[in-house]
């Protein structure tokens, strides 16, 4: 069977549920079944096998909960149901549904088993004899031959995510759970797509399964805002701050694809004043745990984290996910973005896009069947105004809410002592509050001028070029003996006209390593054993040692900042300057300055 998702569907409470369970669901508020849960909480109340197909956020857990929760026999102290999740995040997350959902059940115990928990707290935690068990394949494969484990007397096995459990390797692992279960078992199996190795693993463990298909208009919540804005690397900071300080935003989580990135972004968002945390694979379980936790209470609002870290997360006040870093391929996008926009609530996605990956926006178009929209990027004059009504409700807020009996006797003890204007006393207050997020507008970006007026100055100070006969002799100019530019940095390079060096292999390596395009990468002189180029001042550290490491025609640049003596040695020794211009053939001899932003 397959539904639209807008199909009109029953209420829980006709749904057949037991009394304790649909207790909790009307207690939870939930009135309505999704699609998915509509179509596949009769048939497994009726202890059929279930194939189910929905995209992620789509109310999958509660579709195969609810019904098995229904079924469960709480006398019975044997593990009869199993939730296999590809992660441990995903795991914790269905486990705290289940238990809410069984919360009138008597003696109901349930256990999450993961990785990177202690297998001390999983072996005593076991003794207790739970009547659900959600883990990860890895870690229930584990104590299924320790031992530890039995599935005997097993009634249900869920595979949750299953496509997600293919993508990262546990296929077999859950083959051989899947062997261990009694034949009389009842499988639901839950995939946003159908690969062939799991449509596979339906045919040969599922019996005579329903199909269920929720079939969307789109791949990804329609309730859900998406934007791009297209920056490069050397920007992102910048304009992610800038849409920090005017998008109105709950919860926020920013994607990344490196564990060091997301730890350095949340350094970077702290100290601009923002609570934010990183979540990777690197931290420990209790952490993370610990972490999610933060973000939901609301002591902390970005959370900055890699694909496999955020995997299975559904914190309420998620508003807003930023692809700060373009994910490698559209399912990852549909996944991240699916963090927001849940349960039919409002989300905004925002992605950045640098020229070189506009062919990728093109794809998740593509798969996603919807135009995501140019973003227009807070204006200075936005950021000020967006900070002057903030200034005046932080007024209004403690005018209101504190008492200020002492700070006005103070004010006035000064004004009488001064004979000052009370408009001054109060406009010198809010210079002092304000210095650090200033309500004026401030520019962001370097505005840089047309090359003709960048190189010559404005044409209507030029005035009208003589004509060739009435141009005076051209007089012989002195070399330049610095010619790095103004906002520009020289740097030496270990590589030179010896190694086949040409400025273009420069520009390539340096603009597809570091991020910085190609149009503020400066002059370039090529000598026999090494090079100078100028690149925009104030690099970052961590960008200067990614440089130094990238190899160009078999030999590693070695990057170095080069002194005043050592560009005037060098450019005493080139023989012509064509290497600086005629030689480069993919852009202009020269670019204007460009400063780092500072982090």
């Not at 002799?473 to 790095?484: D, G, L, S, V």
């Not at 340096?510 to 002189?525: H, K, L, P, V, Y």
């Amino acid at each position: 069977m397959s539904t639209p998702e807008n199909d009109s569907t029953p209420s829980f409470a006709e749904l057949g549920l037991a009394a304790p369970i649909l207790q909790a669901v009307q207690q939870a508020g939930y009135e309505t079944p999704s699609p998915i849960q509509a179509q596949s909480i009769p048939p497994l109340l009726a202890g059929r096998d279930l194939l189910g197909q929905a995209q992620t956020g789509t109310g999958k857990t509660a579709a195969f909960a609810l019904p098995l929760l229904s079924r469960l026999d709480v006398k019975n102290k044997s593990t009869q149901m199993l939730v296999l999740a590809p992660t441990r995040e995903l795991a914790i997350q269905v486990s705290e549904a289940i238990q809410s959902y069984a919360r009138h059940l008597k003696d109901f115990h349930i256990l999450p088993i993961y990785g990177g928990q202690s297998m001390g707290i999983q072996l005593r935690s076991l003794q207790r004899k739970p009547q659900v068990v959600v883990g990860t394949p890895g870690r229930i494969l584990d104590h299924i031959r320790r031992g530890t484990l039995k599935l005997d007397k097993l009634e249900a096995l869920v595979l949750d995510e299953a496509d997600e459990m293919l993508r990262m390797g546990f296929i077999d692992d859950v083959e051989t759970i899947l062997k261990e279960t009694p034949e009389n078992r009842q499988v639901a199996l839950f995939s946003a797509t159908m690969p062939g190795p799991i449509h596979r693993v339906a045919q040969k463990y599922l019996k005579d399964p329903v199909d269920v298909r929720i079939q969307s208009k789109t791949s990804t919540v329609t309730t859900i805002n998406q934007r791009y804005w297209q920056v490069t690397g050397m920007h992102k900071l910048d304009a992610l701050t800038r849409i920090l300080e005017v998008e109105d935003f709950d919860g926020m989580i920013i994607f990344v694809r490196t564990k060091n990135a997301t730890v350095e972004l949340a350094e970077k968002l702290e100290a601009r004043g923002y609570s934010a945390a990183a979540i990777n694979g690197d931290m420990n379980q209790a952490l993370r745990e610990k972490t999610i936790e933060r973000m939901k209470k609301g002591s902390i609002d970005i959370l900055i984290a890699t694909d496999v870290a955020a995997r299975g997360l559904d914190i309420e006040r998620m508003s807003h996910v930023v692809n700060y870093d373009i994910p490698y391929d559209t399912e990852s996008y549909v996944h991240r973005i699916g963090r927001t926009g849940r349960a039919g609530r409002k989300g905004e996605a925002i992605l950045f896009v640098s020229p070189r990956e506009t062919r990728m926006l093109s794809a998740i178009e593509k798969a996603t069947r919807q135009v995501i929209t140019k973003m227009q990027l807070p204006s200075s004059e936005d950021i000020a105004d967006r900070r002057v009504l903030q200034f005046m409700e932080q007024l209004s807020e403690t005018i209101e809410s504190q008492e200020l009996a002492y700070f006005e006797t103070l004010i006035s003890q000064y004004q009488q002592e001064h004979n000052a204007d009370p408009i001054e006393i109060a406009a010198a207050l809010a210079f002092l509050v304000q210095k650090d997020r200033p309500l004026k507008p401030v520019k962001h970006v370097t505005q840089r001028p047309a090359r003709e007026e960048r190189e010559r100055g404005p044409r209507q100070e030029r005035g009208e070029r003589p004509s060739r006969g009435e141009r005076p002799p051209r007089e012989k100019r002195a070399p330049r003996a610095h010619p790095n530019e103004p906002d520009m940095d020289t740097y030496r390079v270990e590589v030179g006209r010896a190694d086949n060096i040409e400025p273009r292999n420069l520009v390539g390596a340096i603009a597809n390593e570091s991020g910085i395009d190609s149009q503020f990468i400066g002059r370039i002189t090529i000598n026999d054993d090494h090079s100078l180029i100028d690149l925009p001042q104030g690099m970052p550290k961590d960008m200067f040692q990614q440089i130094r490491k990238v190899w160009v025609n078999n030999k590693q640049l070695n990057m170095s900042l080069a002194t005043e003596e050592a560009v005037a040695e060098s450019l005493a020794a080139r023989p012509s300057r064509r290497n600086f211009s005629k030689d480069r053939k993919d852009g202009p001899r020269s670019k204007p300055g460009k400063k780092f932003k500072k982090s």
